[in-house]
């Protein structure tokens, strides 16, 4: 089923839409932000220049720290007598990012979300269990209105307290988890130490996961583990939350709500515009929210966007998996690894499990590598020849996708640490 009418426009019609939302976003930032009528007309750039959809390239690029500059409120659009919600994102260091909702953002989101949660499977019929965190965060809320907008039976978990969740589960008849594809492995996990079967005991149908990457090799343990179709959706905070784009059944990209999100692809380096199916940074316009209309926003999520129709008859731009973050992007040796390459290599190895860990650091001048990965049987520990053996074949395909050597350490399985919310994989010792 297809949510919306404007997930099927052809691309005359959405450019034309997007255009004439993008004329009007521009000029209400102009007319209503100090930040973005200050940074246009540096650019020497009035409304009135925005003629055809090219022409968003005229527009100044916008970075998470200019919310850090213009905190809390800086950037909206709004005051405070119309925004009805507050969420935030922690930032890296100090102060929250924080994102405000009119009450027609608030309709803008569910409807996003609903369109997203749809083309997972979901519908009016199932029972979906919302284990992201709830609070600030934007994920649990925001799935929350999309899926009682599409008529699912809510159930407002929250993350953690994994027993309970999966009572819950089990009681209430949860037909769909929405999650981390990583606390999703977690539950799983539990469930079994608790004597039952994932797959025979629940009745899970749908994972909608989200907040952090998974690579197919993910996916496919996630569908084994659960027995349940899994799709993976994508957002941030600073644009609204989850909704800005998702996978369909035909599972080829994530569909982009680009009549509210206008995407574009640049090189991190230069900021030069890059065509379809180039990998680059996501950059993206809101074009319909009005607390917080973004200008070109730098998301670091590094993408690519594919154009053509998709089997599902949705004609909206898909983008690739986030091939990482150009800020997590881990140079090792001047060598460009993500950590999403090293997952790939470890869920693909038989007799190791999907909870890793990775350690960068330095010896000498020299930058290494450490990956900390959890056995499926821990007997393995007691053979030293077959140790051996499992750590040469990890190193050896690591060294093939990487081009770099790796220390292994293969460690008993449980003794990783789990989260509840997004996976923290990455040390870095440096
Ligand atoms: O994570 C919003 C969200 C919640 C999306 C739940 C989907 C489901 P933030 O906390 O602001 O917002 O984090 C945004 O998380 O820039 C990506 O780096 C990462 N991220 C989110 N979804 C994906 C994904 C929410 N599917 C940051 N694949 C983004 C890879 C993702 N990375």
Redesign the pocket.
């Known amino acids: 089923m297809i949510w919306s009418e404007n997930e099927t426009l052809d691309r005359e019609q959405m450019r034309a839409v997007q255009l004439e939302r993008l004329q009007d976003t521009v000029k209400r930032v102009y007319e209503k932000v100090p930040f973005y009528r200050s940074a246009l007309k540096e650019k020497g750039v009035e409304p009135g220049d925005i003629k055809t959809l090219e022409d968003i390239r005229l527009l100044p690029m916008t970075v998470k720290q200019d919310f850090r500059d213009n905190y809390p409120f800086g950037l909206f659009a709004v005051g405070k007598d119309e925004l009805v919600r507050f969420h935030a994102?922690s930032g890296t260091t100090g102060k929250p990012t924080v994102v405000g909702y009119t009450r027609n953002d608030l309709n803008t989101w569910a409807e996003c979300v609903g369109r997203l949660v749809t083309m997972a499977g979901v519908t009016y019929k199932d029972v979906a269990q919302i284990s992201?965190g709830y609070g600030l965060?934007?994920?649990a809320l925001?799935?929350q209105q999309g899926l009682e907008r599409v008529g699912a039976s809510v159930i407002p978990m929250s993350s953690g307290n994994t027993k309970k969740q999966i009572m819950i589960m089990k009681d209430f008849g949860t037909t769909a988890l929405i999650s981390t594809p990583s606390y999703a492995l977690h539950i799983a996990e539990v469930v079994r130490e608790m004597g039952m079967d994932p797959k025979k005991d629940l009745s899970l149908k749908w994972g909608v996961f989200?907040?952090?990457?998974s690579t197919e090799a993910m996916r496919k343990e996630l569908q084994d583990a659960w027995g349940i179709f899994a799709t993976?959706?994508?957002?941030?905070?600073e644009l609204i939350?989850?909704g800005v784009s998702g996978e369909c059944q035909a599972l080829c990209g994530m569909h982009i709500n680009e009549d509210h999100f206008i995407p574009e692809i640049i090189d991190p380096k230069t900021g030069q515009v890059l065509g379809e199916g180039e990998a680059g940074e996501l950059v993206i316009t809101t074009v319909t929210k009005e607390a917080l209309p973004i200008l070109r926003y730098r998301?670091?999520?590094i993408t690519s966007l594919h154009y053509e129709k998709c089997a599902c008859g949705r004609t909206t731009v898909r983008m690739s998996k986030?091939q990482g973050?150009s800020d997590d992007m881990m140079v090792l040796g001047g060598v460009n690894v993500f950590p999403s390459q090293i997952e790939e290599v470890l869920l693909n190895t038989p007799g190791i499990g999907p909870h890793y860990q990775i350690k960068v650091f330095k010896k000498g001048y020299l930058d290494k590598i450490e990956v900390v990965v959890e056995l499926v049987d821990a007997s393995v520990l007691d053979s030293y020849t077959q140790l051996e053996a499992l750590t040469r074949d990890i190193k050896a395909r690591l060294r093939t996708v990487l081009g770099i050597d790796s220390k292994i350490t293969l460690v008993e399985p449980r003794t990783l640490e789990r989260f509840e919310g997004k996976a923290k994989r990455v040390i870095d010792l440096r």
């Open positions: 994102s992201f965060f934007t994920g925001g799935l989200g907040g952090e990457g993976e959706n994508y957002g941030m905070s939350g989850p998301t670091k999520d986030i973050r």
